[in-house]
């Protein structure tokens, strides 16, 4: 047979490595799909049964027993509900209609407990009461950085606006933080006129509010101020800036940018 008269056979296309890629027709091979997919996972992140996954093993750090505190709740609620259907001659209704009872009350639980151990792996960090505060619903302007810092014993106050007014919320000793609060009414004083400014003391101690209390705390406060108000408000006090003081032991005229981190290495 001739040279002519055979049949040429498709090329597989290849890459600069020599391996082919994909099928003759250009269409992705069974690996890639799967490839393909689990980039596409990773890229989205973990839904909901992965997000319960994750807040259940951070709580379990915290609180060992939770997992069988989980399971006792939901068991007494299907009971209660199949002690009533049996009493009322049907049980079988009682078991379809407690069953989501019994995990909704379950995952009620799981999240009281997941919020008291998110706090107390944060507590006795540096900027706790600020993560507290980034907790508030509506209504709240929280600022990320702190009003207001003693250099030397590394005390902070952080600031919250809403409808009770000004909440300056302090990170440190009760008994030491009053002269930074001090400092930080004089200097928000005079632009602030006729607001009222609460001071909430986070921490342990003797007066102080524990962070997982903190929410609850300043919703009690009374509301003297509009949202347009707060809005206003925010603006005045947004007009002094936070200039916070630096450490001490640390010179700004000698600090030298880190270059290999500028340049991404």
């Keep these: 047979m001739s040279p002519s008269h055979a049949k040429s056979r498709p090329a597989s296309r290849s890459t600069s490595s020599g391996k082919p890629t994909g099928t003759p027709s250009g269409k992705p091979t069974r690996a890639q799909k799967r490839e393909a997919k689990k980039q596409r996972k990773a890229t989205k992140g973990p839904g909901f049964l992965g997000q319960i996954k994750q807040v259940f093993r951070m709580t379990r750090e915290v609180e060992p027993n939770v997992g069988w505190w989980m399971l006792l709740i939901g068991l007494g609620v299907l009971l209660v509900f199949l002690l009533v259907g049996a009493l009322l001659g049907n049980w079988i209704t009682g078991l ?5 009872f019994a995990l909704l009350s379950a995952s009620f639980y799981l999240s009281r407990r997941a919020e008291r151990a998110a706090f107390a792996r944060i507590e006795d960090q540096p900027g706790a009461a600020g993560a507290a505060l980034s907790a508030l619903r509506r209504g709240w302007i929280v600022e990320e950085q702190p009003a207001a810092m003693d250099p030397r014993t590394r005390d902070l106050v952080f600031r ?3 409808r009770p007014g000004v ?3 302090t990170e440190g000793p009760a008994g030491r933080v009053d002269k930074i609060v001090s400092k930080e009414r004089r200097r928000i004083g005079p632009v602030i006129q006729n607001v009222p400014i609460h001071v909430i003391k986070t921490g342990k101690g003797e007066g102080q509010v524990p962070l997982r209390e903190l929410s609850k705390q300043m919703k009690k406060l009374d509301k003297k101020l ?7 408000v925010h603006k005045r006090i947004s007009t002094l800036g936070n200039r916070l003081p630096v450490p ?4 700004p005229m000698r600090a030298r940018p880190d270059r ?6």
């Design 160 to 162: 919250a606006i809403g």
């Design 167 to 169: 909440v300056l919320v």
């Design 96 to 100: 379809l209609i407690g069953l989501p």
């Design 226 to 232: 509009t949202q347009q108000e707060v809005q206003t």
């Design 248 to 251: 001490k032991g640390v010179d």
């Design 260 to 265: 290999k981190a500028m340049r991404g290495r």
